[in-house]
């Protein structure tokens, strides 16, 4: 089977690198049955040239291209595609990031009922202080009512007294008088 891949040629920490056609099988610095183009991804931005009716041709007969090739021939427009993942992961790192998922997904969850618990408790603390607001402003009328009476009892015993004191200062005018 033929597939398109890159090849890998230029400097050290400057690499380029050609599309090349070959068996799917061998190395992919042996000798390719085409070279299709080049592709420099050091450039800003990225630069390429593509031959592109001979990888129309190329994919046609039956040719496959690499994921990294198939989306940098989608970004050309050369093929009409979605781009697919050219990232692979093994199962034991997909295992350990779902673990991880899901010990994400508990620490929210675990964070969201303690937020959820901490409002609670503090509606609960403003209903009680409102409730002890009202308490006490019912004592506060209660005492200014209790206030009122003795205030509305008190000038009656005064003039009570008073009426008491007359009463005496007059019984001594009248013993005197007498």
Do not use: C, F
């Not at 990225?46 to 001979?54: G, P, V, W």
């Amino acid at each position: 089977m033929l597939t398109i891949r890159l090849s890998r040629t230029g400097k050290h920490k400057a690499p380029q690198y050609r599309l090349v056609l070959q068996e799917k099988g061998r190395d992919p610095w042996a000798k390719a049955q085409e070279i299709l183009g080049w592709y420099n991804p050091t450039t800003n931005p990225s630069t390429y040239e593509l031959k592109e009716e001979r990888i129309k041709e190329w994919i046609s007969k039956g040719a496959q291209p690499s994921n990294t090739v198939h989306n940098l021939l989608v970004t050309a427009g050369v093929i009409k595609s979605d781009k697919k993942s050219s990232i692979t992961i093994s199962k034991k790192r997909a295992g350990k990031l779902e673990g991880k998922k899901i010990a994400d997904a508990e620490a929210k969850a675990a964070k969201e009922a303690k937020a959820k618990e901490e409002a609670e408790a503090k509606k609960l603390e403003e209903e009680a202080a409102k409730a002890a607001e009202a308490e006490a402003k019912a004592a506060e009328k209660e005492a200014a009512a209790k206030a009122k009476e003795e205030e509305a009892a008190a000038p009656t015993e005064e003039v009570k007294e008073e009426v008491k004191a007359e009463a005496k200062e007059e019984e001594k005018k009248e013993e005197s008088a007498e």
